[in-house]
Nanobody, 117 residues
């Protein structure tokens, strides 16, 4: 099972941008990678994913047009570029990986993002 480590979170103001990174312990080019988030009192939900072949990305409606997921397989890293951040984006962000057609089973430790003025 690949090990994932997130980085790049922090405290930002509304309207700011932030980029999260998810770095794998080994080659994960064959895996689908997703970014999830969990706000206080809410369930963890998938907000973006990127396929293993072709780098096809999908987004939840709540982040579509503001967030961009990308991957750099030689660097074993997936990024989440977050623009026009809102207070409701405040959450712990997780990345996870899976084989196509399977459930996500490799999770990072989570990274706090706080959007507040």
């Amino acid at each position: 099972q690949v090990q994932l480590v997130e980085s790049g979170g922090g405290l930002v103001q509304p309207g700011d941008s932030l980029t999260l990174s998810c770095t794998a312990s080994e080659d994960f080019s064959s895996l689908v990678v997703g970014w999830f988030r969990q706000a206080p009192g809410k369930d963890r939900g998938l907000i973006a994913s990127i396929s293993n072949i072709g780098g096809i990305s999908r987004y939840a409606d709540s982040v579509k047009g503001r967030f961009t997921i990308s991957r750099d397989n030689p660097k074993k890293t997936v990024y989440l570029q977050m623009n026009s951040l809102k207070p409701e984006d405040t959450a712990v962000y997780y990345c996870a990986a899976k084989r196509p057609g399977w459930d996500y089973d490799g999770w990072g430790q989570g990274n706090q993002v706080t959007v507040s003025s």
